[in-house]
């Protein structure tokens, strides 16, 4: 066994009330810069919406059976939570954990290290609501929302977030420097962006791209999104909440046991 894994610590993570504090620090933190994510959040969509749902759409009509601009709009949905909490993900926590050094001054207070990530986890889930919902009010407001169904798509965006945010905060933690990030996006987010039914049908991909992409979080997070933004009957939902489940469990799980090694040996 080499050096570096005998020091990791592979106890399972407690999850206790204390994460809480590290979310609130994080909320008020943000509130100083609220503006300007609210911003973001539904100027970008809204970009996004009506260049390609109304102008692409023009050209596309129908994609299966429904609207361009409801099929599109349902999909950046998705897309956006494992963007947003991809970054807050990556870039923020490792700020804090790195350059601004916040977390030695938590581990100085009764926190540990598991309650760090459990609150990290839970920010970037409301991270990814946030951006979710914006995006759910612009397509709502452009005529892309069937119904009030849209709204249970909102529990599923929040699991979207915490899947999202577990693979993300265990690059954090192995990475050297910010420019580590560009392997996972380039690698991972872009792929999972472009392939997983965001922009079109999976079933257009090459068979065994198909069976690929099942392995990949996003492609299910589409799939419960959509009819529920699109008013449709939901199919399976088992397999795509089990999927997005696990990765959250597993990777908080991963991550924290990366950040034990890193900050405390």
Same mark, same amino acid.
């Given at each position: ?40 959040? +539904? ?14 759409? @023009? ?18 949905? &998705?897309?956006?939570? #494992?963007?947003?909490?991809? $970054? !807050?993900? #990556?870039?923020?926590? $490792? ?14 207070? =009764?926190? !540990? ?6 609150? !990290? ?6 991270? &990814?609501?946030?951006?979710? @919902? ?9 005529? &892309?929302?069937?119904? *009030? ?10 699991? *979207? ?6 693979? *993300? ?10 420019? $580590? +990030? ?24 090459? !068979? ?8 990949? =979080? ?21 397999? =795509? ?6 990765? &959250?469990?597993?990777? +908080? ?5 990366? @950040? ?6």
């Amino acid at each position: 066994m080499s050096r570096a894994a005998s020091r990791l610590d592979w106890r399972l993570p407690r999850i206790r009330p204390a994460a809480l504090t590290v979310c609130r620090r994080n909320w008020r933190v943000w509130r100083k810069l609220i503006w300007a994510g609210l911003l973001m959040n +539904f100027g970008e969509p809204f970009l996004y919406l009506l260049g390609l749902g109304f102008g692409l759409g @023009v050209f596309i009509g129908q994609m299966a059976d429904m609207p361009y601009l409801t099929y599109l709009a349902s999909g950046i949905v &998705a897309a956006s939570a #494992m963007q947003t909490a991809t $970054f !807050e993900g #990556m870039y923020s926590v $490792f700020t804090r954990m790195v350059p601004q050094q916040s977390y030695d001054a938590m581990l100085a207070t =009764p926190l !540990e290290v598991d309650d760090i990530i459990a609150g !990290e986890m839970l920010w970037c889930g409301i991270k &990814a609501l946030i951006a979710g @919902v914006a995006i759910l009010c612009v397509a709502w407001l452009l005529g &892309a929302v069937a119904d *009030a169904r849209a709204l249970l798509a909102i529990p599923v965006i929040f699991l *979207a977030g915490l899947c999202f945010a577990g693979p *993300a905060i265990t690059m954090s933690a192995l990475s050297p420097s910010y420019d $580590f +990030f560009a392997y996972y996006q380039t690698l991972l987010l872009t792929p999972m962006f472009i392939l997983c039914g965001v922009f079109y049908p999976t079933s257009t991909l090459p !068979e065994a791209m198909q069976q690929a992409i099942q392995v990949l =979080p996003l492609t299910h997070a589409v799939a419960l999104v959509r009819p529920l933004v699109a008013g449709i009957p939901l199919g399976d939902v088992l397999l =795509p909440l089990a999927v997005l489940a696990g990765y &959250a469990l597993l990777f +908080f799980y991963l991550a924290v046991v990366l @950040v034990r090694r890193r900050l405390i040996v």
